[in-house]
């Protein structure tokens, strides 16, 4: 299945390279120059993944990410000059799935988008439930069951197994989940989350097993 991505970026060059790319792997490349025209594209189509540049005119990246990301888990990475690691961990905050600092290798790109979009498509999103790992979570509710038994979380955990369950399929660095559910501006160490998930996985019984510890790289959730 041709994946329909959308590049959001001001260099007329660069989208160029980034559309061409994707046309010679037989997807589809929908292009935007700046963020008021991407929110437009992205509100009448559906696009499997979002390339985000960040110093655009006008709205910028970082806008753009936050107002998709309140009503669509979409894979976003953010292609950017922007290379501080402060600009990087807002990114992560603001709900992107990767970063991508300029230059870059494009055969690296293409398979960091295609791995976020098979992992997004192994998650279940069904209304207001989602469903990864024989798990389902009630976002507006906060319930968590494993299977039909309702789980009883704090709000870390709660916010650490929905991270995990949103990216079913794809390795999360521990970084990377501090970002996500402690915030960018955490100074807790790495081992916070090891504690976390120890706990959850606790509390998840004969599910446990669904969440992978991936050695010198982080944690996965997937079926088992």
Not at 176 to 185: A, I, N, P, R, S
């Amino acid at each position: 299945m041709n994946f329909k991505v959308l590049i959001v970026e001001d260099d007329p060059k660069l989208q160029e390279v980034l559309s061409d790319y994707f046309l010679s792997r037989n997807d589809i490349p929908v292009t935007a120059s700046n963020g008021a025209q991407a929110l437009e594209l992205i509100e009448e189509n559906d696009f499997d993944a979002v390339l985000l540049d960040i110093m655009m005119p006008g709205l910028d990246g970082f806008s753009v990410c936050s107002r998709l990301r309140k009503k669509s888990d979409v894979p976003i990475v953010f292609v950017t000059a922007l290379s501080d690691e402060d600009d990087k961990l807002f990114g992560y905050e603001l709900g992107a799935d990767d970063y991508v600092t300029k230059p870059f290798s494009l055969s690296v790109l293409y398979a960091k988008i295609a791995a976020l979009i098979k992992r997004s498509r192994g998650s279940i999103l069904i209304g207001d439930r989602l469903e990864a790992g024989g798990l389902s979570a009630e976002i507006s509710t906060r319930k968590v069951f494993a299977g039909t038994k309702e789980l009883s979380l704090t709000p870390k955990e709660y916010e650490l197994l929905l991270c995990l369950m949103r990216n079913k399929n794809l390795v999360m660095s521990r970084e990377q989940l501090l970002v996500k559910c402690w915030g960018y501006d955490y100074e807790g160490e790495s081992r916070a989350v090891d504690t976390h998930v120890r706990r959850l996985r606790d509390k998840l019984g004969e599910h446990a097993d669904c969440i992978k510890t991936v050695i010198k790289a982080g944690y996965r959730l997937e079926d088992i």
